[in-house]
Protein backbone atom coordinates (compact mmCIF):
# COMPACT_ATOMS: atom_id res chain seq x y z
CA UNK A 1 0.00 0.00 0.00
CA UNK A 2 1.20 3.57 -0.88
CA UNK A 3 0.28 7.38 0.52
CA UNK A 4 1.02 10.17 -0.78
CA UNK A 5 0.86 13.04 1.47
CA UNK A 6 0.22 16.57 -0.14
CA UNK A 7 2.11 19.67 1.80
CA UNK A 8 0.54 22.20 0.23
CA UNK A 9 3.17 24.83 1.47
CA UNK A 10 3.77 27.76 -0.25
CA UNK A 11 6.26 30.66 1.08
CA UNK A 12 5.52 33.93 -1.27
CA UNK A 13 8.28 36.84 -0.55
CA UNK A 14 5.29 38.63 1.82
CA UNK A 15 5.40 36.33 4.63
CA UNK A 16 9.64 36.44 4.80
CA UNK A 17 10.32 38.70 7.44
CA UNK A 18 11.77 42.35 7.39
CA UNK A 19 14.96 44.37 8.95
CA UNK A 20 14.50 43.77 12.44
CA UNK A 21 12.21 40.57 12.49
CA UNK A 22 13.51 37.20 13.45
CA UNK A 23 15.70 36.59 9.97
CA UNK A 24 15.15 34.39 6.83
CA UNK A 25 15.54 31.45 9.59
CA UNK A 26 14.51 29.53 12.30
CA UNK A 27 10.27 30.23 12.70
CA UNK A 28 10.49 30.47 8.63
CA UNK A 29 11.78 27.22 8.66
CA UNK A 30 10.37 25.30 11.70
CA UNK A 31 6.69 26.92 10.55
CA UNK A 32 7.32 27.29 6.71
CA UNK A 33 9.71 25.21 4.31
CA UNK A 34 10.79 22.64 7.11
CA UNK A 35 9.38 19.17 8.05
CA UNK A 36 6.10 19.06 8.92
CA UNK A 37 5.86 17.59 12.25
CA UNK A 38 2.83 16.44 11.79
CA UNK A 39 3.10 14.68 8.06
CA UNK A 40 6.00 13.21 10.15
CA UNK A 41 4.40 11.35 12.17
CA UNK A 42 1.76 10.17 10.49
CA UNK A 43 4.19 8.60 7.98
CA UNK A 44 5.84 7.06 11.00
CA UNK A 45 2.41 5.30 11.70
CA UNK A 46 1.79 4.67 8.49
CA UNK A 47 5.15 2.54 8.11
CA UNK A 48 4.48 0.12 11.21
CA UNK A 49 1.57 -0.67 8.79
CA UNK A 50 4.00 -1.02 6.01
CA UNK A 51 3.13 1.29 4.14
CA UNK A 52 5.17 2.99 1.64
CA UNK A 53 4.79 7.29 1.68
CA UNK A 54 5.98 9.76 -0.12
CA UNK A 55 5.50 13.91 0.10
CA UNK A 56 4.89 16.26 -2.54
CA UNK A 57 5.62 19.61 -1.44
CA UNK A 58 4.14 22.50 -3.40
CA UNK A 59 7.27 24.65 -2.41
CA UNK A 60 9.35 23.02 -4.88
CA UNK A 61 7.62 23.92 -7.89
CA UNK A 62 6.81 26.65 -9.83
CA UNK A 63 3.58 27.79 -9.01
CA UNK A 64 2.71 28.19 -12.87
CA UNK A 65 3.53 23.87 -13.18
CA UNK A 66 2.46 23.04 -10.04
CA UNK A 67 -1.33 21.16 -11.00
CA UNK A 68 0.60 19.21 -14.03
CA UNK A 69 4.08 18.27 -11.65
CA UNK A 70 1.00 17.11 -8.45
CA UNK A 71 -0.52 15.29 -11.07
CA UNK A 72 2.04 13.65 -12.98
CA UNK A 73 3.72 12.58 -9.22
CA UNK A 74 0.23 11.05 -8.59
CA UNK A 75 0.58 8.62 -11.73
CA UNK A 76 4.21 7.86 -11.38
CA UNK A 77 3.41 6.98 -8.08
CA UNK A 78 0.10 5.47 -7.92
CA UNK A 79 -0.65 5.89 -4.42
CA UNK A 80 -3.62 4.11 -2.99
CA UNK A 81 -4.18 7.38 -0.14
CA UNK A 82 -3.10 10.65 -0.67
CA UNK A 83 -3.03 12.61 3.11
CA UNK A 84 -3.53 16.18 3.12
CA UNK A 85 -2.96 18.49 5.99
CA UNK A 86 -4.78 21.69 5.67
CA UNK A 87 -4.74 25.01 7.32
CA UNK A 88 -7.18 27.69 6.33
CA UNK A 89 -4.96 30.22 4.78
CA UNK A 90 -4.32 26.81 2.45
CA UNK A 91 -8.10 25.59 1.69
CA UNK A 92 -8.88 27.16 -1.58
CA UNK A 93 -5.27 26.68 -3.15
CA UNK A 94 -6.16 22.79 -1.61
CA UNK A 95 -9.54 22.50 -3.42
CA UNK A 96 -7.83 24.57 -6.76
CA UNK A 97 -5.01 22.15 -6.51
CA UNK A 98 -6.75 18.95 -6.23
CA UNK A 99 -9.20 20.12 -9.19
CA UNK A 100 -6.65 20.55 -11.84
CA UNK A 101 -4.48 17.51 -10.75
CA UNK A 102 -7.60 14.85 -10.46
CA UNK A 103 -9.68 16.40 -13.45
CA UNK A 104 -10.34 13.61 -16.24
CA UNK A 105 -7.40 11.55 -14.01
CA UNK A 106 -6.65 8.57 -15.95
CA UNK A 107 -5.05 6.32 -13.26
CA UNK A 108 -6.12 4.31 -10.33
CA UNK A 109 -8.13 7.24 -8.13
CA UNK A 110 -6.28 7.38 -4.71
CA UNK A 111 -8.73 7.60 -1.23
CA UNK A 112 -8.61 11.37 -0.31
CA UNK A 113 -7.66 12.20 3.26
CA UNK A 114 -7.69 15.53 4.92
CA UNK A 115 -6.93 15.94 8.48
CA UNK A 116 -5.52 19.69 10.24
CA UNK A 117 -7.06 22.63 11.81
CA UNK A 118 -8.82 23.58 8.98
CA UNK A 119 -10.79 20.05 8.80
CA UNK A 120 -11.50 20.06 12.59
CA UNK A 121 -13.03 23.62 12.55
CA UNK A 122 -14.78 23.72 9.58
CA UNK A 123 -15.59 20.00 8.43
CA UNK A 124 -19.09 20.84 6.64
CA UNK A 125 -17.11 23.13 4.11
CA UNK A 126 -14.20 20.49 3.77
CA UNK A 127 -16.86 17.72 3.21
CA UNK A 128 -18.98 19.07 0.86
CA UNK A 129 -16.18 19.79 -1.48
CA UNK A 130 -16.46 16.31 -3.97
CA UNK A 131 -12.99 15.29 -4.41
CA UNK A 132 -12.63 14.46 -0.27
CA UNK A 133 -13.49 11.68 0.62
CA UNK A 134 -12.75 11.02 4.45
CA UNK A 135 -12.28 14.37 6.79
CA UNK A 136 -10.55 13.33 10.09
CA UNK A 137 -11.60 15.35 12.85
CA UNK A 138 -8.89 16.07 15.29
CA UNK A 139 -5.71 14.54 15.89
CA UNK A 140 -4.95 11.79 12.77
CA UNK A 141 -2.48 9.03 14.10
CA UNK A 142 -5.30 6.96 15.34
CA UNK A 143 -8.09 7.48 12.82
CA UNK A 144 -5.10 6.83 9.88
CA UNK A 145 -4.13 4.07 11.18
CA UNK A 146 -7.88 2.77 11.60
CA UNK A 147 -8.43 3.65 7.71
CA UNK A 148 -5.13 1.90 6.79
CA UNK A 149 -6.77 -1.15 8.20
CA UNK A 150 -9.82 -1.11 7.02
CA UNK A 151 -8.90 -1.05 3.50
CA UNK A 152 -6.59 -4.04 3.98
CA UNK A 153 -9.32 -5.81 5.43
CA UNK A 154 -11.65 -4.16 2.80
CA UNK A 155 -14.18 -2.84 5.29
CA UNK A 156 -16.52 -0.25 5.84
CA UNK A 157 -15.17 2.90 7.59
CA UNK A 158 -18.70 2.93 10.21
CA UNK A 159 -16.39 1.78 13.35
CA UNK A 160 -13.85 4.38 13.24
CA UNK A 161 -14.56 7.54 15.74
CA UNK A 162 -14.04 11.01 14.46
CA UNK A 163 -13.74 10.91 11.11
CA UNK A 164 -16.81 11.75 8.58
CA UNK A 165 -16.54 10.20 5.34
CA UNK A 166 -18.42 9.51 1.94
CA UNK A 167 -21.05 6.58 1.67
CA UNK A 168 -22.98 6.68 -1.88
CA UNK A 169 -24.55 9.76 -1.96
CA UNK A 170 -24.72 10.34 1.75
CA UNK A 171 -22.15 11.49 4.26
CA UNK A 172 -21.59 9.47 7.67
CA UNK A 173 -21.00 11.57 10.51
CA UNK A 174 -18.80 9.17 12.95
CA UNK A 175 -18.78 10.80 16.47
CA UNK A 176 -16.23 11.04 19.41
CA UNK A 177 -13.05 12.55 17.49
CA UNK A 178 -9.90 10.52 20.13
CA UNK A 179 -7.01 11.77 20.97
CA UNK A 180 -3.37 9.79 21.72
CA UNK A 181 -3.45 10.46 25.77
CA UNK A 182 0.09 9.20 25.95
CA UNK A 183 1.94 11.08 23.57
CA UNK A 184 5.30 8.47 24.43
CA UNK A 185 3.24 5.95 22.47
CA UNK A 186 3.78 7.47 19.56
CA UNK A 187 6.90 6.53 16.98
CA UNK A 188 9.60 9.47 16.50
CA UNK A 189 8.08 11.04 13.54
CA UNK A 190 9.40 9.94 10.10
CA UNK A 191 12.05 12.53 8.85
CA UNK A 192 12.93 10.23 5.81
CA UNK A 193 10.14 11.09 3.61
CA UNK A 194 11.43 14.36 3.54
CA UNK A 195 14.65 15.72 1.75
CA UNK A 196 17.31 16.68 3.73
CA UNK A 197 17.81 19.84 2.60
CA UNK A 198 14.57 20.46 4.96
CA UNK A 199 16.98 20.67 7.70
CA UNK A 200 19.08 23.87 5.94
CA UNK A 201 18.19 27.35 6.35
CA UNK A 202 19.95 30.51 5.53
CA UNK A 203 20.78 32.43 8.99
CA UNK A 204 22.33 35.80 9.61
CA UNK A 205 23.74 34.50 13.36
CA UNK A 206 24.74 30.78 11.93
CA UNK A 207 25.54 30.70 8.11
CA UNK A 208 23.62 27.81 6.60
CA UNK A 209 22.89 26.50 9.68
CA UNK A 210 20.81 22.84 10.59
CA UNK A 211 17.86 23.09 12.07
CA UNK A 212 15.81 20.25 13.93
CA UNK A 213 12.30 20.95 14.87
CA UNK A 214 10.24 18.99 17.71
CA UNK A 215 6.72 18.88 19.19
CA UNK A 216 7.30 17.27 22.57
CA UNK A 217 3.05 18.17 24.04
CA UNK A 218 -0.26 18.94 22.18
CA UNK A 219 -3.23 21.04 23.87
CA UNK A 220 -2.60 24.37 25.03
CA UNK A 221 -3.48 24.78 28.12
CA UNK A 222 -4.71 28.36 27.63
CA UNK A 223 -7.57 29.52 25.58
CA UNK A 224 -7.50 32.70 23.49
CA UNK A 225 -10.05 34.01 21.51
CA UNK A 226 -8.28 34.20 18.20
CA UNK A 227 -6.71 29.95 18.29
CA UNK A 228 -8.28 26.82 16.76
CA UNK A 229 -6.96 25.22 20.14
CA UNK A 230 -10.26 25.96 21.32
CA UNK A 231 -11.44 23.80 18.83
CA UNK A 232 -9.46 20.83 19.63
CA UNK A 233 -10.67 21.23 23.42
CA UNK A 234 -14.38 20.95 22.36
CA UNK A 235 -13.85 18.22 19.81
CA UNK A 236 -12.50 16.33 22.91
CA UNK A 237 -15.58 17.40 25.29
CA UNK A 238 -14.84 14.17 27.54
CA UNK A 239 -10.95 14.09 27.69
CA UNK A 240 -9.94 14.41 30.92
CA UNK A 241 -6.43 16.08 29.96
CA UNK A 242 -6.50 18.46 26.48
CA UNK A 243 -3.00 19.52 27.22
CA UNK A 244 -0.53 16.67 27.03
CA UNK A 245 3.57 16.23 27.55
CA UNK A 246 6.49 13.65 26.15
CA UNK A 247 8.35 12.37 29.72
CA UNK A 248 11.47 14.24 29.98
CA UNK A 249 13.11 11.12 28.85
CA UNK A 250 11.14 11.01 25.60
CA UNK A 251 11.76 14.34 24.40
CA UNK A 252 15.87 13.98 24.75
CA UNK A 253 16.03 10.64 23.46
CA UNK A 254 14.23 11.66 20.18
CA UNK A 255 16.35 14.72 19.46
CA UNK A 256 19.29 12.63 20.45
CA UNK A 257 18.28 9.68 17.66
CA UNK A 258 17.66 12.80 15.07
CA UNK A 259 21.03 14.65 15.79
CA UNK A 260 23.22 11.29 15.15
CA UNK A 261 21.31 10.62 11.85
CA UNK A 262 20.79 14.03 11.02
CA UNK A 263 23.71 16.46 12.19
CA UNK A 264 21.44 19.83 12.69
CA UNK A 265 23.22 22.64 14.69
CA UNK A 266 20.29 24.65 15.98
CA UNK A 267 17.23 23.03 17.90
CA UNK A 268 13.43 24.64 17.35
CA UNK A 269 10.88 23.40 19.58
CA UNK A 270 7.24 24.06 18.12
CA UNK A 271 5.39 23.51 21.42
CA UNK A 272 2.59 26.69 21.63
CA UNK A 273 3.89 26.86 25.41
CA UNK A 274 6.87 24.68 25.93
CA UNK A 275 6.51 25.33 29.58
CA UNK A 276 3.78 24.41 31.93
CA UNK A 277 6.06 21.83 34.24
CA UNK A 278 9.03 23.34 35.95
CA UNK A 279 9.71 19.78 37.13
CA UNK A 280 9.74 18.41 34.14
CA UNK A 281 11.63 21.35 32.22
CA UNK A 282 14.36 20.71 35.07
CA UNK A 283 14.74 17.15 33.77
CA UNK A 284 14.95 18.41 30.12
CA UNK A 285 17.36 20.63 30.77
CA UNK A 286 19.99 18.36 32.63
CA UNK A 287 19.50 15.92 30.06
CA UNK A 288 19.52 18.05 27.07
CA UNK A 289 22.76 19.64 28.32
CA UNK A 290 24.42 16.78 28.78
CA UNK A 291 23.41 14.53 25.51
CA UNK A 292 22.57 17.63 23.19
CA UNK A 293 24.45 20.83 24.04
CA UNK A 294 22.97 22.77 21.13
CA UNK A 295 21.74 26.05 20.71
CA UNK A 296 17.73 26.04 21.00
CA UNK A 297 14.38 28.44 20.62
CA UNK A 298 11.28 27.82 21.80
CA UNK A 299 7.60 29.24 22.03
CA UNK A 300 6.31 30.33 25.50
CA UNK A 301 4.08 32.93 27.05
CA UNK A 302 5.15 35.76 29.04
CA UNK A 303 3.23 34.54 32.11
CA UNK A 304 5.26 31.73 32.65
CA UNK A 305 8.81 34.12 33.17
CA UNK A 306 9.93 33.35 36.45
CA UNK A 307 13.43 33.35 37.06
CA UNK A 308 13.69 29.61 38.12
CA UNK A 309 11.59 29.01 34.75
CA UNK A 310 14.61 31.65 32.91
CA UNK A 311 17.60 29.70 34.57
CA UNK A 312 16.42 26.66 33.47
CA UNK A 313 16.13 27.79 29.71
CA UNK A 314 19.66 29.69 30.13
CA UNK A 315 21.38 26.35 31.46
CA UNK A 316 19.57 24.12 28.49
CA UNK A 317 21.18 26.89 25.91
CA UNK A 318 17.92 28.65 24.86
CA UNK A 319 19.00 31.76 23.15
CA UNK A 320 15.48 32.80 21.90
CA UNK A 321 12.13 32.66 23.23
CA UNK A 322 8.84 33.41 21.02
CA UNK A 323 5.85 35.16 22.92
CA UNK A 324 2.62 36.25 21.88
CA UNK A 325 2.30 40.17 22.83
CA UNK A 326 -0.82 40.27 20.02
CA UNK A 327 -2.25 44.08 21.34
CA UNK A 328 -1.04 46.55 23.37
CA UNK A 329 -4.36 47.90 24.56
CA UNK A 330 -4.66 46.18 27.85
CA UNK A 331 -8.35 46.30 28.01
CA UNK A 332 -8.34 45.34 24.70
CA UNK A 333 -6.25 42.18 25.17
CA UNK A 334 -7.84 41.40 28.34
CA UNK A 335 -11.64 41.56 27.11
CA UNK A 336 -11.72 40.58 23.73
CA UNK A 337 -8.59 38.57 23.03
CA UNK A 338 -8.66 37.02 26.71
CA UNK A 339 -5.14 37.64 28.15
CA UNK A 340 -4.99 38.78 30.98
CA UNK A 341 -2.04 40.19 31.85
CA UNK A 342 -0.85 44.21 32.24
CA UNK A 343 0.49 45.97 30.40
CA UNK A 344 3.04 46.59 34.12
CA UNK A 345 3.55 43.01 34.72
CA UNK A 346 4.80 42.62 30.94
CA UNK A 347 7.02 45.13 31.47
CA UNK A 348 7.84 43.84 35.23
CA UNK A 349 8.35 39.92 33.35
CA UNK A 350 10.80 41.25 30.59
CA UNK A 351 12.75 43.00 33.00
CA UNK A 352 13.49 39.63 34.79
CA UNK A 353 14.11 38.27 31.27
CA UNK A 354 17.15 40.64 31.15
CA UNK A 355 18.71 39.61 33.77
CA UNK A 356 19.50 36.20 31.27
CA UNK A 357 20.15 37.45 28.68
CA UNK A 358 17.65 35.71 26.51
CA UNK A 359 16.58 36.90 23.27
CA UNK A 360 12.88 37.91 23.17
CA UNK A 361 10.39 37.76 20.18
CA UNK A 362 7.04 39.52 20.16
CA UNK A 363 4.14 38.01 17.83
CA UNK A 364 1.71 40.69 17.19
CA UNK A 365 -1.37 40.79 15.40
CA UNK A 366 -3.11 43.90 13.69
CA UNK A 367 -6.47 44.78 12.33
CA UNK A 368 -8.44 43.00 14.80
CA UNK A 369 -11.91 43.95 14.68
CA UNK A 370 -12.74 47.13 15.87
CA UNK A 371 -9.15 48.18 16.32
CA UNK A 372 -7.90 51.77 15.60
CA UNK A 373 -4.97 53.07 14.28
CA UNK A 374 -4.09 54.46 18.27
CA UNK A 375 -4.29 50.93 18.85
CA UNK A 376 -1.73 49.57 16.67
CA UNK A 377 0.43 52.84 18.35
CA UNK A 378 -0.13 51.07 21.55
CA UNK A 379 1.15 47.63 19.69
CA UNK A 380 3.87 48.95 18.82
CA UNK A 381 4.60 51.15 21.80
CA UNK A 382 4.39 48.37 23.96
CA UNK A 383 7.26 46.33 22.01
CA UNK A 384 9.21 49.49 22.19
CA UNK A 385 8.96 49.57 26.00
CA UNK A 386 9.81 46.37 26.65
CA UNK A 387 12.69 46.35 24.40
CA UNK A 388 12.26 42.82 22.45
CA UNK A 389 15.14 41.68 19.95
CA UNK A 390 12.65 40.62 17.11
CA UNK A 391 9.16 40.99 16.44
CA UNK A 392 6.55 39.08 13.90
CA UNK A 393 3.48 40.99 12.78
CA UNK A 394 0.50 39.77 11.02
CA UNK A 395 -2.74 40.94 9.64
CA UNK A 396 -5.53 39.28 11.79
CA UNK A 397 -7.21 36.23 10.39
CA UNK A 398 -10.58 34.81 11.93
CA UNK A 399 -9.62 31.53 12.26
CA UNK A 400 -13.11 29.14 11.83
CA UNK A 401 -14.94 27.95 15.43
CA UNK A 402 -12.75 30.73 17.09
CA UNK A 403 -14.59 33.13 19.19
CA UNK A 404 -13.03 35.99 17.13
CA UNK A 405 -14.80 34.10 13.93
CA UNK A 406 -17.85 34.59 15.73
CA UNK A 407 -17.62 37.91 16.40
CA UNK A 408 -16.76 38.85 13.43
CA UNK A 409 -19.85 37.24 12.13
CA UNK A 410 -22.13 38.57 14.34
CA UNK A 411 -21.05 42.21 13.52
CA UNK A 412 -20.97 41.02 9.68
CA UNK A 413 -17.28 42.41 9.49
CA UNK A 414 -16.44 39.96 6.51
CA UNK A 415 -15.74 41.94 3.32
CA UNK A 416 -17.09 38.77 0.73
CA UNK A 417 -19.17 35.16 0.74
CA UNK A 418 -15.56 33.36 1.43
CA UNK A 419 -14.92 33.68 5.33
CA UNK A 420 -12.16 31.00 4.30
CA UNK A 421 -10.42 33.06 1.87
CA UNK A 422 -7.42 33.79 3.82
CA UNK A 423 -4.53 33.92 1.86
CA UNK A 424 -1.10 33.34 2.65
CA UNK A 425 1.38 34.91 4.66
CA UNK A 426 -0.95 37.11 6.86
CA UNK A 427 -0.62 40.24 4.94
CA UNK A 428 -4.24 41.04 3.77
CA UNK A 429 -7.29 41.38 5.61
CA UNK A 430 -10.96 39.91 5.11
CA UNK A 431 -13.27 41.65 7.29
CA UNK A 432 -14.29 45.50 7.56
CA UNK A 433 -11.42 47.14 9.74
CA UNK A 434 -11.01 50.58 11.20
CA UNK A 435 -7.78 51.19 9.52
CA UNK A 436 -7.82 50.82 5.45
CA UNK A 437 -6.31 47.60 3.94
CA UNK A 438 -3.34 49.91 2.70
CA UNK A 439 -2.11 51.47 5.69
CA UNK A 440 -2.47 48.36 7.92
CA UNK A 441 0.16 46.58 5.38
CA UNK A 442 2.11 49.88 5.47
CA UNK A 443 2.29 49.11 9.38
CA UNK A 444 3.16 45.84 9.17
CA UNK A 445 6.13 46.40 6.80
CA UNK A 446 6.92 49.88 8.62
CA UNK A 447 6.24 48.10 12.02
CA UNK A 448 9.66 46.68 12.96
CA UNK A 449 11.75 50.26 11.85
CA UNK A 450 9.16 52.18 14.63
CA UNK A 451 10.69 50.17 17.31
Same mark, same amino acid.
Given at each position: ?82 ? !? ?92 ? /?? /? ?69 ? /? ?66 ? !? ?15 ? !? ?42 ? !? ?6 ? /? ?63
Amino acid at each position: MKCLFLYFNPAPDSARPSTRQLPDEYWMRAQGSSIHTGIASLAAVAALQQVECQVFDTSHSATSELGKIFREQLLHFSPDILG !ITCFTQNWNGIKALLAEALDCYPGKQPLVIIGGPHASAAPESVVAFPLIDIVVLGEGEMPFVRIIESLKQRVGFDQIPGIWFRKGQKVVKNPDP /VF /VSDLDSLPYPDWEVFRTSYLVARSVDFGRAAVGVFNTSRGCPYRCSYCQNDTYRRLYHSARKFHREQSAER /VVDEIEEKLNRYHFSLVVFLDETFVVDLRRLAKIAEAYKERIGLPCIVQTRPDTFGRQFLRLLKEMGV !IEMRVGLECGNEDYRKR !ILGRSISNQRLIQKFEIVREFDIAVTTNNIIGLPFETREMILET !IDLNRRLD /VAHTCVNVFQPLPSTHLFDLCREHNLFLGDDPYDLGFGCDKSIIKTQVSQAELLELKNMFPNLL
